[in-house]
């Protein structure tokens, strides 16, 4: 059995509670965390009791609004804690002294809002000499994302040595990707023909019907996606490779918010106190332990 498979099997009982978790969560509206903690605000869902604490609650301590997206289980509406990265955040600003605000948009709007000011910040976004001119980018990131390539066991019983894009050519395999998604660049520059679909689901689907031979995700995303478009029992079904990339993730903070500038010199400011470099250790997002997984 090779390393990938041993990995893919190990991450089923994770990933199926997490979906459980995903499915059973049905509420919707803005996503507001409060230092540890969380309320979430829905049209006609909240008693006129509850909205006044919130109000009052608000009103008299330093809140932060971050403009985010649908990215799940790192960010979303519909889990605890609004996601993996979401409750590092939310742990992050209130060791600072702040509460924090989540205010679930589209990607591309997160985006615009916070470049033009109406957000001070989002995430979780890599940084690219592009976002470094439009945003701050702090020196420390809020996560890492391990991109991997998921295959049919069946079709690969020996396992695939991939540990980088051009392997796919190496080994003659045809992958699927998702339009706008950041693989797709990649294998336009190197070149690898792809079958390239709107959206996860028809890339999973496509994967699964042996259309392709492997489909590059983050791996925390990619086990939770394959499980909602193809079910909990498809896991056994599939295995990982070795990660290709290993990205910092950041929080990008708008050079156009009057408070933009502040936040990114105190949050750097913390995360250098023994308190902040306990949780980038726990986390793995200090520099040292970045240099170490790459």
């Given at each position: 059995m090779t390393r990938a498979v041993q990995r893919a099997g190990y991450r089923v009982g994770t990933f199926v509670f997490v979906a459980l978790m995903y499915a059973h969560a049905a509420f919707s509206g803005v996503a507001v965390a409060y230092a540890g903690s969380y309320v979430v605000q829905s049209d006609g869902l909240n008693t006129t009791t509850q909205q006044a604490q919130i109000s009052h609650r608000v009103a008299n301590e330093d809140k932060i609004r971050f403009a985010v997206a649908e990215w799940p289980p790192m960010v979303t509406e519909t889990m605890a804690n609004f996601g993996k990265h979401a409750h590092r955040v939310t742990e992050i600003f209130a060791a600072m002294g702040y509460r924090v605000q989540f205010d679930f948009l589209s990607w591309q709007r997160s985006y615009e809002l916070t470049k033009r000011g109406e957000y001070v910040g989002t995430f979780p976004w890599l940084s690219t000499p592009e976002r470094a001119r439009d945003f701050l980018v702090p020196r420390y990131p809020v996560a890492q994302a391990y991109q991997r390539g998921f295959y049919r066991k069946s079709r690969f019983p020996g396992g695939l040595d991939v540990t980088r894009f051009e392997d796919l050519r190496t080994l003659g395999l045809?992958?699927?990707?998702?339009?706008?998604?950041?693989?797709?660049?990649?294998?336009?520059?190197?070149?690898?023909?792809?079958?390239?679909?709107?959206?996860?689901?028809?890339?999973?689907?496509?994967?699964?019907?042996?259309?392709?031979?492997?489909?590059?995700?983050?791996?925390?995303?990619?086990?939770?996606?394959?499980?909602?478009?193809?079910?909990?029992?498809?896991?056994?079904?599939?295995?990982?490779?070795e990660p290709i990339t290993t990205d910092s993730m950041f929080i990008l903070i708008s050079r156009n918010h009057p408070d933009g500038p502040r936040l990114q010199a105190e949050f750097e400011a913390f995360m250098d106190t023994p308190r902040g470099q306990l949780m980038c250790v726990r986390w793995d997002i200090c520099e040292t332990h970045i240099a170490e997984h790459n």
């Open positions: 045809r992958p699927v990707g998702i339009a706008s998604y950041w693989q797709e660049n990649e294998f336009i520059k190197l070149g690898i023909e792809a079958e390239i679909v709107a959206n996860p689901e028809s890339a999973w689907r496509f994967l699964d019907a042996g259309r392709a031979d492997i489909l590059f995700e983050e791996e925390e995303v990619g086990w939770l996606d394959l499980m909602r478009n193809l079910g909990p029992d498809a896991t056994q079904a599939y295995a990982i490779t």
